[in-house]
């Protein structure tokens, strides 16, 4: 039984810091603990991934040993959320599961709306404060 996550997110991406801000702004029905991938505690946590897969997508950790990336992270990270379990099943059907990374981008989209001018929109190139969309200020490593 999953009681605690571990999210590792590019922190040097913007999507990925909004993202954790939404999350984190979230009633959780299981906690989630966010660590930045690549960094010194993140390695010393979990010696056996590797450092850059971990900044290439988002990597979630649970506490019973499983290991979620890409589009089963985001999933995960929504299954977490108070309000968000049935919308997470949901999106866990194989031809649903690229929703889940694009739902997470459209939320975190409505965040940096909040923040900066220009049209809101979760589509790739065309992101608030980006020219060239979301996760274009982490040097090409996010996959989002």
Not at 6 to 35: I, K, M, N
Not at 93 to 105: C, D, G, K, N, S
């Amino acid at each position: 039984m999953i009681t605690r996550l571990t999210v590792l997110y590019d922190a040097g991406c913007g999507l990925c810091r909004t993202a954790r801000t939404w999350l984190a702004s979230r009633a959780q029905l299981v906690p989630l603990e966010f660590v930045p991938a690549g960094s010194d505690e993140a390695r010393r946590r979990y010696p056996a991934l590797d450092p850059a897969e971990t900044l290439a997508d988002i990597t979630v950790v649970a506490d019973d040993g499983g290991v979620y990336t890409g589009d089963g992270a985001w999933i995960i990270c929504l299954w977490a959320l108070d309000g968000y379990r049935g919308l997470a099943a949901r999106l866990s059907r194989p031809e649903l599961r690229p929703t889940a990374r694009r739902m997470v981008a459209a939320a975190a989209a409505v965040r940096r709306a909040g923040l900066s001018a220009g049209p809101v929109t979760a589509e790739p190139g065309s992101g608030p404060g980006s020219e060239q969309g979301y996760g274009s200020d982490c040097g090409g490593t996010c996959d989002v």
